[in-house]
């Protein structure tokens, strides 16, 4: 058997246990979904957003990219996150990235790997923009896994300055922001950095909104201002 057999035998196994649990398990899973969570993480194969927090389909809406990035210009990360913030009104959305992770590595080398120097410069930019603090970090490992930390801090910073989360959070006041980084070696993930909604963004990356771009959603009117 090829290996990708095992993975449609495996799939075929999954459904004929879920529908013993459950005969009407598809019915529900097919009717709807309401994420509570949006996930923006590394797409690393070992760091399944379903499997590290015991969740299952339907609870997490997922975007997943080399090294967890938020940059402006990525049509697809910002459709995900439109569609999320906006449709699915999502309460979290978490940025993970993870210690070990290859695309960070990467970055900190100076090595030429084709295309994706292109997608690694914004970890170079990040470095750069940490380089006092990084710098005095001697041990190799240990700056490596400050990197992957102010990486996530970044992307999350990133996300607030998104007009897609400043007009959520005046509209419903949320989503919270999440700034996380699982450990491979453990399985935890750490706590890296939270945003509140209404937090704290740099005057120049911050929008005004008209009140009528607010009030259009009638159930929210009431938060406008707040
Ligand atoms: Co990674």
């Given at each position: 058997m ?46 399944p ?5 015991g ?19 990525d ?8 569609y ?83 007009k959520a ?8 922001l ?18 509140q ?30």
């Open positions: 090829q290996s990708y057999q095992r993975l449609l035998l495996a799939n075929k196994a999954w459904a004929s246990e879920k529908l013993n649990l459950d005969e009407a398990y598809f019915e529900e899973l097919a009717a709807d979904q309401k994420p509570e969570f949006l996930w923006i993480g590394c797409a690393d194969s070992r760091v957003a379903n499997e590290v927090t969740t299952h389909p339907g609870e997490i809406f997922v975007h997943r990219n080399v090294a967890n990035l938020v940059l402006h210009t049509i697809n990360m910002l459709s995900v996150l439109q999320a913030v906006e449709v699915l009104k999502v309460k979290h959305v978490l940025v993970v990235g993870h210690y070990g992770c290859g695309g960070v590595k990467a970055a900190m080398t100076n090595k030429d790997y084709g295309l994706i120097n292109k997608w690694l410069r914004n970890i170079k930019d990040v470095y750069d923009k940490h380089e006092r603090e990084l710098r005095h970090i001697e041990d190799e490992q240990k700056r490596f896994d400050r990197l992957v930390e102010l990486n996530v801090e970044e992307q999350v910073s990133n996300l607030a300055k998104t007009t897609i989360i400043q959070w005046h509209q419903r006041q949320g989503p919270q999440h700034g996380w980084v699982f450990n491979l070696n453990n399985g935890l993930i750490n706590t890296v950095t939270e945003m909604p209404g937090s704290h963004i740099d005057p120049i990356y911050r929008y005004d909104f008209k009140p009528e771009d607010i009030q259009k959603d009638p159930d929210l009117s009431t938060h406008y201002g707040a």
